[in-house]
Every structure is written in structure tokens, then in C-alpha cells.
């Protein structure tokens, strides 16, 4: 009896924390596909301070393929680390792009991811016309929430600290949304794919 006490409680040790690892380690993962989408190399683009990365990418990834809170947390781990000194933002930048012209577009990632991830619905690949809309779907909740809500917070942030007015920011930021594009078409159709795989 005394045995089946003492084992109990070990037991709810073992299985907390394979709960606790298994929800882990795909925010952790995301997170630092988020730093190495900014270590591979940023491309300048003129008139704006804020260079293209694949980060964006990213975000549509996490947020069509995980669970929201996993999602968020992964952006939140990400600006934490960046936050606290780390060199995981473009250029190996670290806290002062928290608080610099592409601050927006940085803490426009929570808001974009949850919103991916609220809009992208179940995947229904059961047949060939429902895998199409659930690739639809998942294109317009990438465009939404990686796009839309990504670039409010970032072009917003921007004129405000840059004291550039809102229609000269939103127009050099034109030259990331064609490949914003491009990446959302990317992303949705690799999830809708991947997810059978993933959930």
C-alpha cells in the first residue's frame, strides 16, 4: 500500500513532465527557425530600414501548423531572447531593434501569428476539392495575419518613430508584399500538405 502511495506521485512527476516536453519543444523549435530565418541573410531594401528575412515565413508556418498558444509562444520565445541580449534579430541585432524603426514589425508577430492561427480552421484533406479549400483557407489566414497584421503594426510603429508619414512608410514596404505573397502561397500549400503529418 505504502509502495502504490509513493509510486503515484513519481508517476504524475514522469507524465507532467513528458506533457510539459511534448508542448515544448515545437514553440522551441519555431522559435529558433525564427532566429536562423534571420541569421541566413537579410536582403536591404531602399527607403526603409527594415531588411527582408524569411521571418514571415516562419510565422505563417507556425501559425497554420501549431495549436495558437504554442504558436504565440514561439514568437513570445523568440522577442525574449532578443530581449535579453541574444543576437536573434536581423543583422544579429538584440534589444535595440525592440525598441527601433522595425520594432512594429517584431511585435507584430504575436498578434499576426494568432491570427493565422485562429483563422486557418481544420484541415479537411479528404478529397481532392476539400484539400484545395483547406489550402485556400490557409492561404487567406497566412495573408491576414502575416501580412495585414504584420505590416499594421510594423508600418504604424515606423512612421511613429521615424516621424515619416504613414502613406511614404506603407509605400516602401510595398517591395516586401509582393514576396510576402509569394511566401504565403508557399506556406499554405506545404502545410495543407504536411498537416496530415503534423496533427
Known amino acids: 500500500m505504502q509502495t ?4 503515484t506521485p513519481a508517476a ?3 507524465s507532467l ?17 525564427l532566429w536562423l530565418a534571420a ?10 530600414p527594415v531588411p527582408i528575412t524569411l521571418q514571415t515565413f516562419v510565422v505563417m508556418l507556425a501559425g497554420l501548423m501549431l495549436p495558437w498558444r504554442q504558436a504565440t509562444s514561439a514568437a513570445a520565445l523568440y522577442l525574449a531572447a532578443g530581449a535579453l ?16 524603426p522595425s520594432a512594429g514589425f517584431l511585435f507584430g508577430l504575436i498578434p499576426g501569428i494568432i491570427v493565422i492561427a485562429l483563422l486557418r480552421g481544420k484541415a479537411d484533406l ?11 483557407r490557409y492561404l487567406l489566414a497566412a495573408l491576414v495575419g502575416g501580412v ?26 510595398m517591395a516586401f508584399i509582393a514576396g510576402d505573397i509569394i511566401k504565403a502561397v508557399v506556406a499554405a500549400l506545404a502545410t495543407s500538405g504536411l498537416s ?3 496533427r
Open 4 to 7: 502504490s502511495h509513493t509510486a
Open 85 to 100: 541580449g541574444l543576437p536573434v534579430f536581423a543583422g544579429g541585432a538584440s534589444t535595440m531593434a525592440l525598441v527601433g
Open 148 to 173: 495585414a497584421v504584420v505590416y499594421f503594426f510594423g508600418i504604424t510603429v515606423q512612421s511613429t518613430l521615424t516621424g515619416v508619414p504613414l502613406t511614404t512608410v506603407a509605400l516602401a514596404s
Open 39 to 48: 541569421a541566413a541573410g537579410e536582403i536591404p531594401v531602399p527607403g526603409t
Open 12 to 14: 504524475s512527476a514522469i
Open 126 to 136: 479528404s478529397s481532392a476539392a476539400r484539400a484545395a479549400f483547406t489550402a485556400g
Open 196 to 198: 496530415r503529418l503534423v
Open 17 to 33: 513532465t513528458r506533457r510539459i516536453a511534448a508542448a515544448s519543444w515545437k514553440p522551441v523549435l519555431f522559435a529558433a527557425l
